[in-house]
């Protein structure tokens, strides 16, 4: 007799199957129940070793001893023709049916019942401003808008603008927690006690203040509040020239760092100085547009006046690099049509590639030190889709300035078009405690990847409990939920997403409401959206590839690949496919990419029934 066939005999195959069920079971049962009593974590993991370990006895146990109707004897004892080991054997595989029977009722149960549950008040937590279950940090504090006290009340955007860079370059700070501008600047003209925003907030301390702008003079009154008591940590006045803006800038925050008693960086102190013109109204126009592109979200009219500005400071002072990248940033947007910030200039493709290189070639020469040409020049290389050469030039200066997080998004986009998964976890997954720390890094944290559904799902749902108000990370964290198959959650999010969308130009949110109704089923009401939706919009391809319209969505991206636009920017959507579009095949083999196949989309809408339309 075969050593298999032995097996067979003595029950071991029937009762590795049996124990292996039951163990499923057991480990199932408890890792819900027993959090249910708050028991601690090793209690769980204890009951998963003691299955473990008891395996293979449980096997040496069926092999050694026979079941009988007088009790166990060693299999050696029992003649063949007393043995009932096919009863045994039937009544065993009974058991393992019934088992994997209560295994798929309780797995189903879980699923469906109770995980959308547990998931859904986690989010609704989150959703309802909770914040993280720690104690308020004392080197934290929240930039509110400087107040425009100006005569003609004409400066505000001077004020927003001022509070956007003493907020960025705190941001900087890596021992000291900022709360998100869009969650600070909410309070712009409250009457609210600063205690009860520094509450609302989570902070300790609050920075506010006023400007007063003329021709001849600015006024720039701050004052540094700690929160528990309205003390005045510190407080200044500058009364000076316009041309001393940068330098009231750095001392405001060195001040701010001294008086909380945290580090400020040097290099960002270094940073906010060397702005690079010698033009107020230059340099007016360019914060200008750095408030205005700061605040712009998914506004078109917001990112077109910022472009202005930036034109208008480069106009000025020929010489200021930083606004001619900052202009050449308008049109590389422009150029990628799944941008939000693509505004629909109506220029053929070669109109907005030759705008981008009258900028970004200014930029370029005109910088001030050999950092910012290179991060200039790798901008250049990802426009003209050399990206190989472009994570060249990013790794190279990402070398002596690691915390750009502009430029790190950059290189992320990059490892995403040459399908580097392992460069772009490593470098992604890096981030993920400055992530819990600052608001900017949380908004893009959670943005398409290689897919790892249910990470990026939980990463999400932890980064909305710390900042409830950033609409970004709701939108991005939905459709992970989605990937993910946590329909019900997700269905919790856009709740949340509709509560804090922007109210003017928000294309974004049509999209995630067409994701969550077919992910629910609700194929009819996706259908009448398409009919709704301008069919030249990047909306109205998303709707087709959720209807599971293929032809008519590759139809769609074929002919802007006819007019000249670049599709590059759909290779960050992992379903799809571009062997329709030879431009882009003609990129991947040229830059020696193995992309791997499209991937369906879990969430898309159920066919069409048969006969329908």
């Given at each position: 007799m075969s050593f298999i066939a032995e097996l067979k005999r003595r029950n071991v195959i029937r009762m590795a199957g049996l124990y292996l069920v039951g163990a499923w079971l057991v480990t199932q049962v408890a890792a819900t129940v027993l959090p249910l009593f708050g028991a601690p974590a090793w209690m769980a993991r204890s009951v998963v070793a003691?299955?473990?370990?008891?395996?293979?006895?449980?096997?040496?146990?069926?092999?050694?001893?026979?079941?009988?109707?007088?009790?166990?004897?060693?299999?050696?004892?029992?003649?063949?023709?007393?043995?009932?080991?096919?009863?045994?054997?039937?009544?065993?595989?009974?058991?393992?049916?019934?088992?994997?029977?209560?295994?798929?009722?309780?797995?189903?149960?879980?699923?469906?019942v109770l995980a959308p549950k547990r998931e859904a008040a986690s989010v609704a937590t989150a959703l309802q401003g909770a914040k993280v279950a720690t104690a308020i940090t004392d080197k934290s504090i929240a930039v509110l808008p400087f107040v425009d006290m100006s005569q003609g009340r004409d400066q505000e955007w001077f004020g927003d603008g001022l509070a956007e860079e003493i907020l960025n370059a705190l941001a900087r700070t890596p021992d000291l927690q900022v709360s998100a501008r869009t969650s600070s600047f909410r309070y712009k003209g409250s009457t609210l006690a600063v205690p009860q925003i520094a509450r609302e907030l989570g902070v300790a301390h609050v920075l506010e203040g006023s400007i007063r702008s003329t021709p001849q003079r600015i006024r720039v009154t701050a004052q540094l509040i700690r929160a528990a008591d309205g003390f005045h940590l510190w407080s200044q006045t500058y009364d000076r020239d316009p041309a001393d803006?940068?330098?009231?800038?750095?001392?405001?925050?060195?001040?701010?760092?001294?008086?909380?008693?945290?580090?400020?960086?040097?290099?960002?102190?270094?940073?906010?100085?060397?702005?690079?013109?010698?033009?107020?109204?230059?340099?007016?126009?360019?914060?200008?547009?750095?408030?205005?592109?700061?605040?712009?979200?998914?506004?078109?009219?917001?990112?077109?006046?910022?472009?202005?500005?930036?034109?208008?400071?480069?106009?000025?002072?020929?010489?200021?690099?930083?606004?001619?990248?900052?202009?050449?940033?308008?049109w590389q947007e422009q150029k990628a049509l799944t941008s939000v910030k693509e505004v629909g200039t109506g220029?053929?493709?070669?109109?907005?590639?030759?705008?981008?290189?009258?900028?970004?070639?200014?930029?370029?020469?005109?910088?001030?030190?050999?950092?910012?040409?290179?991060?200039?020049?790798?901008?250049?290389?990802?426009?003209?889709?050399?990206?190989?050469?472009?994570?060249?030039?990013?790794?190279?200066?990402?070398?002596?300035?690691?915390?750009?997080?502009a430029a790190i998004n950059d290189l992320l986009a990059l490892y995403i078009q040459v399908s580097d998964r392992p460069a772009f976890d490593a470098l992604k997954q890096s981030l993920w405690p400055l992530a819990r720390k600052r608001p900017d890094v949380a908004e893009w944290f959670v943005r398409s990847s290689f897919r790892d559904a249910g990470r990026d799902a939980d990463q999400g749902l932890e980064l909305m409990r710390i900042w409830p108000d950033l609409y970004a990370l709701h939108y991005q964290s939905h459709r992970e939920l989605l990937w993910a198959g946590r329909v019900q959650v997700a269905a919790e999010v856009l709740a949340g997403m509709q509560r804090i969308a922007p109210k003017d130009n928000n294309r974004t949110l049509e999209v995630a409401m067409a994701r969550q109704v077919c992910a629910e089923g609700r194929r009819a009401e996706v259908e009448r959206m398409l009919q709704d939706t301008?069919?030249?919009?990047?909306?109205?391809?998303?709707?087709?590839?959720?209807?599971?319209?293929?032809?008519?969505a590759s139809a769609f991206l074929q002919r802007l690949e006819q007019k000249g636009s670049s599709l590059v920017g759909f290779l960050h959507y992992p379903q799809f496919?571009?062997?329709?579009?030879?431009?882009?095949?003609?990129?991947?083999?040229?830059?020696?990419?193995?992309?791997?196949?499209?991937?369906?989309?879990?969430?898309?809408?159920p066919p069409a029934a048969k006969g329908a339309g």
């Open positions: 003691i299955l473990g370990i008891g395996f293979l006895p449980a096997l040496v146990f069926a092999w050694v001893f026979e079941l009988t109707p007088a009790g166990l004897k060693r299999d050696a004892e029992v003649p063949a023709e007393a043995s009932i080991a096919p009863q045994t054997a039937r009544r065993m595989e009974r058991m393992i049916l019934l088992l994997f029977a209560v295994a798929l009722a309780f797995f189903a149960f879980d699923k469906f803006v940068i330098a009231i800038q750095e001392d405001l925050a060195r001040s701010i760092a001294t008086a909380m008693e945290t580090s400020m960086d040097p290099k960002a102190l270094a940073d906010m100085a060397a702005v690079g013109t010698r033009s107020v109204e230059a340099y007016q126009a360019y914060i200008r547009g750095l408030a205005l592109e700061q605040a712009a979200g998914y506004d078109r009219d917001s990112v077109n006046q910022a472009y202005q500005h930036f034109e208008k400071a480069r106009t000025l002072d020929p010489g200021f690099a930083a606004a001619h990248a900052a202009a050449a940033r308008f220029l053929p493709f070669d109109s907005v590639a030759k705008n981008y290189r009258e900028r970004i070639d200014q930029a370029i020469r005109l910088a001030a030190t050999p950092a910012a040409r290179t991060k200039a020049a790798a901008s250049a290389a990802a426009f003209a889709d050399e990206w190989r050469k472009a994570i060249r030039l990013y790794r190279e200066y990402l070398a002596s300035h690691p915390g750009d997080l301008d069919p030249d919009s990047i909306q109205y391809w998303h709707l087709l590839e959720l209807l599971g319209e293929q032809q008519a496919d571009p062997r329709p579009y030879p431009s882009l095949m003609r990129l991947l083999a040229r830059e020696q990419v193995d992309r791997p196949p499209p991937v369906p989309l879990p969430f898309a809408c």
